[in-house]
């Protein structure tokens, strides 16, 4: 059964750090997202994407990040200068297209800023 | 904003019983989904209901939805220790360009002992 994949599943890196975490979605799916989840709290929307362009961002989504889908299978979340605060599980999601709401979560990647 | 809020937080039952788990939202909503999340895992899709559906069965799960009191009850029947893990309820939010993103509440912790 084909399935979100994401590198790597444990990322350590130092406040202030260049982090990018990697995503391979669903061949077939359109739309692409990320997610954070902070130990303890609730899983958070960061951002959307579809057709190369970023379709919808939340607030934590600010200019510290961006995403990218360098190829035809990647998609990735660059952090450009890490804060302790964005120590987290990152999920990458995808989904079918227009009006197929299942999302299919890969098993996320911690990211740890020291 | 739309937010599913689940209770109880933590539900500890032995194998064999049926878990009932609740989730409470605060807009309309188009659908919602039940996720499940193993410890340090990603998101799985559970079921989907549509607003206009009261109940969805899918093999020892159930779903209901009562749209006028905003909540939705998932049902584990006969539980196994397989299914300890988190539970969530996640609402949609659309984006324009047909995206979307989910928003989800803080889950039930279920611990089935064997």
């Known amino acids: 059964e084909p399935e979100v994949t994401q590198t790597p599943s444990h990322q350590v890196t130092q406040m202030g750090q260049e982090v990018i975490l990697r995503c391979v979605p669903i061949?077939?799916?359109?739309?692409f997202y990320w997610y954070r989840q902070i130990l303890g709290q609730k899983v958070e929307f960061l951002v959307s994407f579809y057709n190369n362009e970023i379709s919808e961002k939340s607030e934590i989504f600010d200019d510290q990040f961006s995403v990218e889908r360098p190829d035809g299978s990647n998609f990735t979340l660059k952090i450009r200068s890490t804060k302790l605060e964005d120590s987290a599980m990152y999920f990458c999601?995808?989904?079918?297209?227009?009006?197929?709401?299942?999302?299919?979560f890969g098993p996320g990647t911690r990211l740890t800023v020291t | 904003s739309q937010q599913g809020e689940e209770d109880p937080q933590a539900l500890s039952i032995q194998e064999g019983e049926n878990a009932t788990m609740n989730c409470s939202y605060k807009t309309s909503i188009n659908n919602l989904q039940w996720y499940r999340q193993n410890s340090g895992r990603g998101l799985v899709h559970l079921i989907l209901i549509r607003s206009n559906e009261r109940e969805k069965h899918s093999g020892r799960l159930r779903v209901t939805l009562d749209t006028s009191k905003k909540s939705s009850s998932l049902l584990i029947t006969a539980s196994r220790a397989a299914d300890t893990a988190s539970y969530f309820c996640?609402?949609?939010?659309?984006?324009?360009?047909?995206?979307?993103?989910?928003?989800f509440g803080k889950g039930t912790k279920l611990s089935v002992i064997p």
């Open positions: 996640a609402t949609v939010l659309r984006h324009r360009a047909g995206s979307y993103q989910l928003t």
């Open positions: 999601a995808s989904s079918e297209g227009p009006r197929v709401y299942e999302q299919y």
């Open positions: 061949s077939n799916h359109l739309y």
